[in-house]
Nanobody, 114 residues
Framework: QVQLVESGGGLVQPGGSLRLSCAAS????????MGWYRQAPGKQRELVAG???????NYADSVKGRFTISRDNAKNRVDLQMNSLKPEDTAVYYC????????WGQGTQVTVSS
């Protein structure tokens, strides 16, 4: 059984940086897609950034140029480097891995506030 373990969330001031990590454990994966989503209070969950097994990436318009997604296939891990954070980036961030089955992490809180 696959489990996704997220880390790296927290409180940061506007303009600051955070790095989120998501590691898949429990089974060897050949994930077709790995991505990060977020959900702010009262809003729908949205895709922040995704990366395919071939390395193709896509980003939400609101984070382009500020966030970078990367993956390590050998370690079954996907990271999200977030720079120039804004208060509107505040949300619970979820990792998603698609490898035949759709897996989701438990979420990690990111709060951007002075």
């Amino acid at each position: 059984q696959v489990q996704l373990v997220e880390s790296g969330g927290g409180l940061v001031q506007p303009g600051g940086s955070l790095r989120l990590s998501c590691a898949a454990s429990g089974s060897s994966l050949s994930a077709n897609f790995m991505g990060w989503y977020r959900q702010a209070p009262g809003k729908q969950r949205e895709l922040v950034a995704g990366i395919t097994i071939g390395g193709s990436t896509n980003y939400a318009d609101s984070v382009k140029g500020r966030f970078t997604i990367s993956r390590d296939n050998a370690k079954n891990r996907v990271d999200l480097q977030m720079n120039s954070l804004k208060p509107e980036d505040t949300a619970v961030y979820y990792c998603r891995v698609v490898s035949g089955t759709d897996y989701w992490g438990q979420g990690t809180q990111v709060t951007v506030s002075s």
